[in-house]
């Protein structure tokens, strides 16, 4: 008997603009690597990534893409990308150290507009 259970993890993958964030997904989604073609903003984009580990349920991960936050200013996160969310990934460039100080901001609106809604909010941040 075939089991077709599987579980379905929401990603909110989010940081400034140029960072990569698109980049890293087209990567680790599509298995594309687009660093060398030219910068094109992103509005939002969803990527959709399967895993199956043999005997145990599949997980589907689901990552959404955000545009980049601006380097200044209050950040505004649209409430639905938030409330569903089961974790968010912070991407910054090493070479742009603005967008590194940009992630304490970026983190302390998520916990607090996460934080209404969830009880536990789980953070990854990449470089």
């Known amino acids: 008997m075939t089991d077709f259970s599987q579980q379905m993890n929401e990603f909110r993958v989010a940081g400034s603009k140029k960072v990569g964030k698109t980049a890293c997904l087209e990567q680790l989604a599509c298995l594309n690597d687009i660093t060398n073609q030219p910068y094109v903003p992103t509005i939002e984009d969803t990527y959709q990534v399967q895993m199956d580990y043999g005997d145990?349920?599949?997980?589907i991960m689901v990552f959404h893409d955000t545009a980049g936050i601006s380097e200044s200013g209050p950040i505004e996160l649209k409430r639905p990308y938030v409330q569903v969310a089961d974790a968010f990934?912070?991407?910054y460039s090493v070479v742009?150290?603005?967008s590194f100080?940009?992630?304490d901001v970026?983190?302390?609106?998520?916990?607090r507009q996460f934080g209404k809604d969830k009880k536990e909010v789980h953070?990854?941040?990449f470089r």
């Open 101 to 103: 100080n940009r992630m």
């Open 89 to 91: 990934l912070l991407l």
């Open 96 to 98: 742009d150290h603005e």
């Open 56 to 59: 145990r349920p599949k997980e």
């Open 123 to 125: 953070f990854m941040l």
């Open 106 to 111: 970026l983190k302390k609106t998520i916990d």
